[in-house]
């Protein structure tokens, strides 16, 4: 098992950059409930949720922790850009997978499939301005 999850982090197209960044997340046009994203890529984001929005996102036969498929959400949050603006991202993007840590505390895996190009940008200087040290593969 070690070995596949080696594989899978090779194969990562965009590292990662921690981050503690206060997200909202629900299904498109409906509630949005609060998340905290964990890490942050040009192709996607881990976010730490309750068991609320993972009530609020995922069918109740489709929340058994592992991979997911077939669920987009919206996700809104603001990055603090290297010249000190918040720049709010409103995006697009599909669960691939969640895991359940404790009774109310999920980490929730998406891919963006929907953001424009100025939030593109924002997110590109945000990644870039931020620490080596704090990227992971």
Not at 20 to 36: F, K, M, Q, S, Y
Not at 96 to 120: P, S
Request: glycine fraction near 8%; charged fraction near 25%.
């Amino acid at each position: 098992m070690a070995g596949k999850k080696r594989n899978l982090r090779i194969e990562r197209k965009h590292p990662r950059v921690d981050t503690g960044i206060h997200c909202v997340v629900g299904l498109p046009d409906c509630d949005l409930t609060a998340g905290e994203i964990l890490d942050l890529s040009a192709g996607g984001l881990k976010f730490s949720c309750g068991r609320h929005t993972i009530q609020n996102v995922l069918p109740g036969n489709r929340r058994i922790p592992g991979l997911v498929t077939g669920i987009l959400v919206e996700i809104h949050f603001e990055l603090l850009l290297p010249d000190q603006t918040e720049h709010p991202i409103k995006c697009d993007a599909r669960l691939v997978h969640f895991e359940r840590l404790a009774q109310d505390n999920f980490h929730v895996g998406a891919q963006f499939t929907h953001m424009d190009e100025t939030a593109k940008e924002a997110l590109r200087a945000y990644l870039k301005s931020t620490r080596k040290d704090r990227t992971h593969i």
